[in-house]
């Protein structure tokens, strides 16, 4: 059975948004300008009435001072007050123009100068409840001090080569953002009547940018400049059955705690973290239609790499390295830590389904698969009724081999009705909502 609880809090205003206060200004376009002494920030809303300024200073070499101007300024007066910084700083070249952006993505420092990271081109992927979600089609890095305050370790190889490898991250595949909507939560809880605001969001463990907006956020105490970059897969598609119209949006959301290349990171660490964490949310979407109201849905699943202490040896020319369990957790602590901070997150119960092998000629994933099963076994003995974990084993390589495709698809859809029958779904028409999880636990 579905669990009933109380309706969620559901603000709709003039079509264009739910859960969101429509009184709040976002700013979501900004003009870069720079003297010698500082660079001026503008910000606006969408629709050009709501201006803003912020200050950086340039002159120190390796400290990051900023100000907010908490005026709210027309775009005349803002027009006005860069005319007045040009005619104050001609002396020093004036006031330039340096770039457009849509954001700031954070700032970081290596050896000595800031770098603030800006969003410069940005590309609409979908909309939730007419919000928009964007991606970054191009970024820039753009260096904080004046170049006649800086010192020759600004331009040492150390400090090149520090800033080449940040710039190997491709901040234009996969990461995506929105300014009025908190796309780093579920639907469910973006509804919820105690939805945390502000700064609290960015802590959230799905946003990747966390560290690098920590200084100007601590300084502001507010997030009003930046974007909350959110790492994983957005893809939303409009369907049609039976001639009713509806949206289907898929969000992936990877989790920024215990990242790290596949073969470098594996396992759980100890505060419970696994690697690979991602949230996984299907939303549907149906506008009113012919006296039918509108409805939306949401389901949460997660996929993570089993939480034991394992790991791989590194080898390039084996493509199936042995693998490596630790025996250092024997009361499968961080284990624990794990299932807790999952139905802290979600709620219970938790659903683990485990599709590792069950037989191989030479022990490799079934050695993962035993300890698993033990770790289990040694956790549920502490808890009782709904809140014992429901462990599932199913090979699915071993139904893909031996079963048509078909096939595999029909025993994975009881699966996937046997754990929503469990959790529920989020359901904001009726006062449905979900309840628990199912987890994907992998080796590969």
């Not at 340096?98 to 909309?127: A, N, Q």
């Not at 040896?313 to 490596?324: A, G, V, Y």
Request: charged fraction near 25%; include cysteine; aromatic fraction near 10%.
């Amino acid at each position: 059975m579905e669990k009933q609880v109380r309706r969620s809090c559901i603000t709709i205003g003039d079509g264009d948004g739910v859960g969101v206060d429509h009184n709040s200004c976002y700013m979501q376009k900004f003009r870069l300008y720079e003297t010698r002494s500082k660079f001026y920030m503008i910000g606006r809303d969408k629709n050009r009435t709501y201006w803003r300024i912020l200050k950086i200073d340039r002159l120190e070499p390796s400290e990051l001072n900023i100000t907010e101007d908490y005026t709210v300024f027309s775009e005349i007066e803002c027009c006005d007050i860069l005319r007045r910084m040009h005619e104050g700083n001609k002396s020093t070249g004036g006031l330039k123009f340096v770039t457009t952006c849509y954001g700031i993505i954070g700032f970081v420092k290596f050896l000595e100068p800031y770098y603030m990271l800006l969003i410069t081109k940005r590309m609409k992927i979908g909309t939730i409840f007419g919000h928009p979600i964007y991606a970054i089609t191009k970024n820039e890095m753009i260096p904080v001090p004046h170049a006649t305050v800086l010192s020759k370790m600004a331009y040492s190889n150390d400090e090149n080569r520090y800033k080449k490898l940040l710039c190997s991250v491709d901040l234009t595949k996969d990461f995506f953002f929105s300014y009025s909507y908190n796309v780093m939560l579920s639907l469910q809880k973006n509804l919820s009547d105690n939805i945390t605001q502000g700064q609290l969001l960015y802590e959230n463990m799905f946003v990747w940018n966390e560290f690098l907006t920590r200084g100007i956020r601590n300084t502001l105490q507010n997030t009003s400049w930046i974007v909350a970059l959110v790492y994983g897969f957005f893809k939303q598609v409009k369907l049609s059955i039976s001639d009713r119209e509806f949206n289907l949006t898929i969000i992936a959301r990877r989790s920024q705690h215990y990242a790290g290349t596949r073969y470098l990171k594996r396992g759980v660490n100890e505060k419970g973290r696994v690697a690979n964490d991602v949230e996984t949310e299907q939303i549907v979407f149906a506008d009113a239609h012919d006296g039918c109201p509108m409805q939306i849905s949401s389901v949460v699943q997660i996929r993570g790499s089993i939480p034991l202490f394992w790991s791989h040896e590194t080898s390039r020319l084996n493509i199936k390295p042995d693998i490596i369990l630790s025996k250092k957790d024997h009361n499968f602590e961080a284990t624990r830590l794990h299932f807790e901070n999952l139905v802290k997150r979600y709620g219970n119960p938790i659903i683990i389904l485990n599709l590792i092998k069950t037989r191989e000629k030479k022990p490799r994933e079934t050695i993962l698969r035993a300890e698993f099963a033990n770790a289990v076994r040694s956790i549920n003995k502490i808890l009782r009724g709904e809140n014992r974990l429901r462990f599932l084993h199913w090979d699915m390589h071993r139904h893909s081999r031996c079963s048509k495709a078909i096939n595999v698809l029909t025993q994975l859809g009881k699966v996937a009705g046997y754990a929503l029958k469990l959790t529920g779904i989020f359901y904001c028409q009726v006062t449905a909502r979900q309840e628990g999880l199912l987890e994907h636990s992998h080796s590969e």
